[in-house]
């Protein structure tokens, strides 16, 4: 077993990738970065050492849902957890997440903190406590949009 988990974060953004990877380096993660959703899909296919992906929605040519579907949907990455990192944090924006496969939400702007906790949190979580997860996200959020 590795000692250093690695995390693939994804952002058209230079300026907020190098800002994650300072962040996650010094909690002590290995930071891979991607610039867009073609060139994050070949590295998860090449690097099956990745352990997580952190992802931003708001890209051009394919934005984070297309990603994170393709992620989901294809049985060699579909188990790497996933969490989006974007502006996108409506009530539909958060549900489509979820049943989209996210396994974790970060809002920009975000702090510091919140990131490195949140990568933390869910690249401990079992796979099956992801999946109750994201299953007790779906149900909070049917009842927030019914009030």
Known sequence: MRDVQRVLVVDD???????????????????????????????LHADDDIDIVVLDVQMPDMDGWEILRRIRDDASLGPVPVILCTVKSRLEDTRRGW???????????????????????VVNRPPHERNVRRAEALVALVGAEER
């Open 13 to 43: 953004n230079a300026d907020i990738r190098m800002l994650l990877r300072a962040v996650l380096d010094r909690y002590g993660y290995r930071v891979v970065e991607a610039g867009n959703g073609i060139e994050a899909l070949a590295l």
């Open 99 to 121: 049943e989209l496969g996210c396994d974790g939400f970060v809002n920009k702007p975000f702090s510091v903190t919140q990131v490195a906790e949140e990568v933390t949190a």
